[in-house]
């Protein structure tokens, strides 16, 4: 039998060694009476500064009979369940797909119509990744954007450009699909035991590159700088074609629109036709960075610097009531801080980290809750407009170039511009600016109630060492492409609002997961019937919720 005992605690670096002893040390018998013993999961627990320990599901196989349940110390024995299998049998009629977007909802979009046999036209407005990566150094080095090539735009979408992290709560089952797809094409076998599992943007720019091979020897065709202009509908409103920029048409049954919350320019021609939409609250604010010691320092105590120990990261909440708060948000331990505009004339900050995490800076989004009221205008691409004009504020803020204002966190607490600059891994180069002149009001309120209140939680958090750069405002988008229960707009069948541009998702596993489900959907049309282990995630709602 094979079986599962979960909330094992190990101490450091036992993790590392013979794990059938603490089955031993919890379960008693000998070592050898355990086989093929493999970490499920493992997280780490500091709760306690000078007991730092990982908590891990280990799987196991034995002949002892052992009784499922719960047992002493919160631990628990259950029997392991069948992995998933995800081969499926091909569609009889093959519908003609096009799926708009490269990043994890298209990606994935598209491997798992491939599982059925439909071979899609994937089209990314950018270019793939080796020129992707040229121009994106070019803008980092010199300050140059081209608006078709950035972190936004090109082949693996805006998360090849990140931290790369795949942590998620949707607890759909098709997360598994999608690390298992990771780890085919490059990625690091741990992250399917992780609890916050992580790629690097060095090692998902690899993959992104290989899945897009495989994609292509199953039959996808992919369009590089091929940018979608618009979308023909029949007289019923169905859609029947994509529309490039060269002005080439593209016939198709079903049109997967998965672009990525920043191709604004697709959102306001799917409005000029009516698609249904509507407003999203979103989240806005800096990026605030710190040497990576600090946090070490204050989330380890003593046990910081233990080999096994990871780059500490952090999550920091501060509610003020009446829908207000102020929260980290997509936090890159060992990382940089990014330039990510796509739009000349705006500033866009992220941040992301290689796969070793050994920058020595650590960087998260600082951010509050923006809502549909803060838009200050009911049209439904009101929190799009919203978002620009903050972005061309800190353009301006930065001396109309594409570095970033800056400015020291006590200086921002102390509402000076003294033009003191703490240590940042920005590129191409900070500018020392007053954040004021370049965050909405109440937002700055936010941000500046919560900064006290996080340096009590996190010591060092608002030091001389921390330094906040702007503009962090797309940390989701700021509308939803409605869609009913078949994965269909409400107003045009045949589009398939996908991931998180259409607001369906927020992050990379989650758009991918929506991804998948679209597939699904598209494939149920075509007559595959319902894949029985998504059945019932598939009723639910968005998966919006992540990091």
């Known amino acids: 039998m094979r079986y599962l005992l979960s909330n094992l605690p190990l101490e450091l670096g036992e993790e590392t060694g013979n794990l059938a002893l603490p089955l031993v040390r919890v379960l008693g018998g000998a070592a050898a009476e355990f086989r093929a013993v493999t970490l499920e999961r493992r997280s780490l627990d500091a709760r306690h500064k000078g007991a730092i320990r990982f908590l891990v599901t280990l799987a196991f196989e034995t002949e002892r009979p052992l009784t499922v349940g719960a047992l002493p110390g919160g631990l628990k024995l259950d029997l392991a369940p069948e992995a998933v299998a995800w081969t499926v049998a091909p569609v009889v009629r093959r519908p003609r797909v096009v799926v708009v977007g490269s990043g994890p909802a298209g990606t994935f979009c598209a491997l798992r119509l491939l599982d059925y046999g439909i071979e899609p036209i994937v089209l990314e407005r950018g270019p793939a990744m080796s020129e992707r990566v040229k121009a994106i150094t070019g803008l980092w080095q010199d300050g140059t954007l081209d608006p078709e090539a950035n972190a936004q735009f090109g082949e693996g979408g805006a998360g090849t450009f990140s931290d790369g992290k795949l942590t998620t709560r949707i607890g759909h089952p098709a997360t598994r699909y999608v690390l298992e797809a990771f780890v085919r094409f490059g990625a690091n076998p741990r992250i399917l035991y992780l609890a916050k599992p992580h790629v690097g943007t060095d090692v998902i720019r690899r993959c992104a590159v290989l899945i897009r091979r495989d994609a292509e020897a199953r039959g996808a065709q992919y369009r590089f700088r091929a940018r979608l202009e618009d979308v023909r509908f029949d007289a019923q409103g169905r859609v029947c074609a994509a529309v490039l920029a060269s002005g080439e048409e593209l016939p198709c049954e079903a049109l997967v629109l998965a672009p990525g919350h920043s191709a604004r320019d697709t959102f306001e021609m799917l409005h000029r036709h009516g698609v249904a939409l509507r407003q999203k609250p979103f989240a806005m604010g800096v990026r605030v960075e710190h040497p990576q010691d600090l946090i070490d320092r204050s989330q380890y105590g003593p046990g910081a610097g233990h080999p096994s120990l990871p780059a500490a990261d952090y999550k920091l909440v501060c509610n003020f009531g009446l829908n207000r708060a102020a929260y980290s948000f997509c936090m890159c331990p060992g990382g940089e801080v990014t330039q990510c505009a796509s739009e000349p004339g705006g500033v866009v900050v992220n941040g992301m980290s290689n796969e070793k995490r050994d920058s020595g800076f650590a960087n998260s989004g600082l951010v509050a809750k923006v809502g ?35 400015m020291a966190v006590q200086d921002f607490l102390q509402g000076r511009a003294t033009g003191r600059l703490p240590r940042t891994s920005f590129r191409p180069f900070a500018v020392a600016a007053d954040l004021r002149t370049c965050l909405p009001d109440f937002v700055r309120e936010q941000l500046a109630g919560a900064l006290p209140l996080f340096d009590k939680k996190l010591h060092g958090f608002a030091s001389r060492e921390a330094i906040l750069l702007a503009i962090e405002s797309r940390t989701s988008s700021p509308l939803q492409l409605l869609r009913g229960e078949d994965g269909q707009s409400l107003s045009h069948p045949g589009l398939y609002p996908c991931g998180e541009g259409a607001g369906f998702a927020g992050g990379i596993t989650s758009a991918a997961v929506d991804g998948i489900r679209v597939a699904e959907w598209i494939a149920q049309a075509a007559g595959a019937p319902v894949f029985q282990p998504f059945e019932k995630a598939a009723r639910g709602g968005d998966l919006a919720t992540e990091y």
Do not use: V
């Open 372 to 406: 549909t009221a803060d838009f200050g205008s009911e049209h439904p691409l009101g929190g799009m407009y919203f978002q620009r004009k903050w972005e061309q504020a800190a353009f301006r803020a930065a001396g109309e170039t594409y570095g970033a204002p800056a």
